[in-house]
Structure formats: C-alpha cells, structure tokens
C-alpha cells in the first residue's frame, strides 16, 4: 500500500479549518439575544404593517414566484371579523407635533397555521390585494413613513432593510416560562412605489433571495437541536412551489416543544439586519472565500509574506490606468482614495490607515445617483457612477473576498 500525501492530508486538514472558521463566522454576526427582532418580534404602530386575512402561501405565490405586485388594502369602518378599525389619529397629531411616534403596538391575535386546499381558496386571498386593519390615511402615513426609511438605508448603506415576513415561530425559553416570544420564520425582500402622490402603493419582491430567518436556525439549533427545513434554491424554486410545504416542515420539527405553535402573521417592516448582509455574503461565496490566498495564510499561519508594493504599482499613473470605465465606485473619491481599488484589481495586497476626511461627511449620500455622460472629460477626483442592480461595490479585486459583495439580480428578470 502507497503512503499517504502528507500535503493532500494537510489540504484536507485547511480545507475543514476554513470551513469551521466561515462557520463560526457566520454565527457570530447572528445577535441570538432578546433584543434583535428577528427572534423577539413586536410590531410597532407606524413603521410596521400588519396584514390581515391572508394566506401566507398565497402572498409568497403571487409576490414572488409570480412575480406580480399587490396593493394595501385599508379597513373601512370594521375588519372582517367585526372589529374596529384602529385609531391612528393620536399617532398622526403626535407626528405633526415632532413627538415619538413609533412604539409597540398591543399585540393582535394570532392565527394558528392550518394546511389547506390552494384550489379552494376563498377568491379574496388572490384578488392582488394585501388586507390591513388600519384607515386609510393612517395606512398612507405609515407606507410613506416606511418608503422614505428604506429608501434613505439604500442611498446610505447600500441595504434593503424593507422586509415582509410570512409566518411566525411561537415559542418559549422552557415549558416552566411564561414568556412566550414570536420570530419571523421567512423573510422576503420587497419593495413598495407609488406612481403619483395621489395613487396608493403597491409592493413587489426585490431583487434578492426570499430566506428562512437565520437568527432563528441558529438559536433552535444551538439552544434546542432542532433543525427548521430551508426553502428551495432560488435558481431551482418550480412555480408550483407551495409554501405551505415549508410551514408543515415547521411544525412538525417543532412538533415536540409543549405549547409551541406555527402562525400565519404576516408583516411589512424595517428590519436594522445590517449583520445579516455580511452573514448571506459568507453563506453564498463560502467557497471562493476560503480559496483566497490571505484567507487560507491566516487561518494556516503559513505562507510566504510580501513587504511593500512593487515600483510599478507605487509609480502607476491613476488617471492613464484607471479608467472611470473600469471603476466600481460609487461616490466621489479622490486620487489617493482611487489608487488602493487599482492596486488591489492588479493582484496585490496592502493595509489602509487613513480616516475619513471632512469631505466625505459633508458629502451627500445621493451624490452617486449622477451618471457619467458618455464622452464627457473626467479626471479621477471628479468620478461619479451611477448604482444599479447589478453593480459590484466592492473592490474589483479579481478573486478576492471583497470581490464577492455585489447586488446580483436574483434569476428572474421580469416583474419590478
């Protein structure tokens, strides 16, 4: 019998290292305490909505798989179970007046999940149209209110913080506890737009991946060893998917915790997951990451090191090389802020110490919107691109770990 590879063996030793090191990466950017949403939901009076009388897998049908838009339909006089519409009015005067508008509204009764016939479904369920408990002009104040707040997250931070969750988690820390807490269990991206000031919103999948909350399949697992199903691969999802599928799924792995219960809440609201950003990073380029050459020196704690950058890098003229074409930015920048994105892009590594200047703060955050005209003279202090769907803003690094934060279009092309 050969003897073994030592270096195939030391590869499989890294390789496992990498993978538990990206693993254990990704958990840490999951907050698994009672203060993040995601495992402790409450809805608040003015930037969430509750909707009401719906089907969770008929909404994740219509607005995703199909890719069609819903519009907000707001109560008119009493719900359909005869109770009252809310009254906002305090919280519109309070607006008015600068005061707190926004806080835990009194919790409403929840719906357990029960599997049902999609080809007996009440027309009222796919009529496009979402069901709310709140007037009118309350309910126009409060999508206003959210569409300027997730409209300032994308300009600011580059993050879709709009999210409409299907179903909810009822749960508990112990069978002894009283305290029951309430998690989203899918969380899909969307995004809401009105076509005049007088015209009511309508709301749309965003380009992105609907999830099952990760927060809450990492505590179920870590705390209580249950593992929750996962939804299918977006590129693979069939239109037939039914998401009722993934509801069973639930209920039955929780099917042994007393008193634990899957819902069919449905919310839209703004969720602060900026984590949750970096978390489907590791989780969608898990593998280009660990082929990375710093990576795999930091985690072995071997390899070969490289003082200072070489003389053609150091004396590359920015404005001759660096074309605004073959840039990725998306704000202003000046010569010394472009150079280290074209050293990286050239295959070195270098380490950055700067802060940022006056400038950077002064600057305003829908600066990028401008685009460039074709043909127009620009230097690299001047350079504004616009952001679309599908541009990379990272480091145009080839094969690089920041390489791999962009905003790809998910597989479909048509819809919003």
């Known amino acids: 019998m050969p003897p073994a590879d030592p270096h195939k063996a030391d590869s499989m030793d890294l390789q496992r290292c990498i993978g538990a090191s990206v693993a254990n990466w990704k958990r840490k950017l999951l907050d698994l305490s009672r203060r993040n949403r995601a495992l402790n939901f409450k809805p608040t009076k003015v930037s969430t909505i509750t909707i009401v009388d719906e089907h969770p897998a008929e909404v994740f049908r219509h607005i995703y798989l199909d890719e069609a838009t819903m519009r907000f339909k707001a109560a008119d006089g009493e719900d359909a179970?005869?109770?009252?519409?809310?009254?906002?009015?305090?919280?519109?005067?309070?607006?008015?007046?600068?005061e707190p508008l926004d806080f835990e509204s009194e919790s409403e009764e929840a719906l357990e999940f029960v599997p049902y016939d999609p080809a007996a479904v009440d027309e009222r369920h796919r009529d496009g149209r979402l069901q709310t408990k709140i007037a009118p002009e309350a309910l126009d104040h409060s999508l206003r209110r959210i569409d300027e707040q997730a409209r300032t997250a994308?300009?600011?931070?580059?993050?879709?913080?709009?999210?409409?969750?299907?179903?909810?988690?009822?749960?508990?820390?112990?069978?002894?506890?009283?305290?029951?807490?309430?998690?989203?269990?899918v969380l899909l991206p969307v995004e809401i737009a009105r076509k005049t000031a007088r015209s009511g919103y309508s709301i749309a999948a965003a380009d992105e991946d609907a999830l099952v909350n990760p927060a809450l399949l990492e505590y179920l697992r870590s705390s209580y060893g249950i593992s929750l199903p996962e939804l299918p691969d977006a590129e693979?999802?069939?239109?037939?998917?039914?998401?009722?599928?993934?509801?069973?799924?639930?209920?039955?792995?929780?099917?042994?915790?007393?008193g634990w219960t899957v819902q069919t809440d449905m919310y839209l609201g703004l969720f602060s997951f900026q984590k949750l950003v970096m978390f489907k990073d590791l989780e969608a380029n898990a593998d280009p990451i660990g082929l990375h050459r710093l990576i795999r020196q930091l985690l072995s704690r071997a390899g070969s090191s490289v003082h200072g950058l070489p003389s053609e890098i150091r004396e590359m003229p920015l404005d001759a090389d660096f074309t605004p074409e073959a840039t990725h930015q998306v704000v202003d920048a000046t010569p010394v802020r472009c150079a280290p994105p074209r050293r990286s892009s050239k295959g070195t590594t270098s380490?950055?110490?700067?802060?940022?200047?006056?400038?950077?703060?002064?600057?305003s955050p829908t600066s990028w919107r401008r685009p460039l005209r074709r043909g127009?003279?620009?230097?690299?202090?001047?350079?504004?691109?616009?952001?679309?769907k599908s541009s990379t803003?990272?480091?145009?690094?080839?094969?690089s770990v920041n390489s791999a934060l962009s905003c790809t279009p998910r597989r479909r092309t048509s819809g919003l």
């Open 154 to 185: 994308i300009e600011e931070q580059g993050v879709n913080t709009l999210l409409l969750t299907l179903g909810m988690l009822q749960y508990r820390e112990s069978r002894d506890s009283d305290t029951w807490f309430r998690a989203p269990l």
């Open 351 to 363: 380490s950055l110490k700067a802060r940022p200047g006056p400038e950077s703060r002064r600057r």
């Open 81 to 98: 179970a005869g109770e009252p519409v809310r009254d906002t009015g305090s919280t519109l005067e309070a607006d008015m007046n600068g």
């Open 376 to 388: 127009s003279p620009c230097s690299s202090s001047q350079r504004r691109w616009p952001l679309s």
């Open 393 to 399: 803003v990272a480091l145009p690094t080839r094969g």
């Open 236 to 258: 693979t999802i069939p239109d037939s998917y039914d998401l009722q599928t993934f509801l069973k799924g639930v209920t039955g792995a929780v099917s042994d915790q007393q």
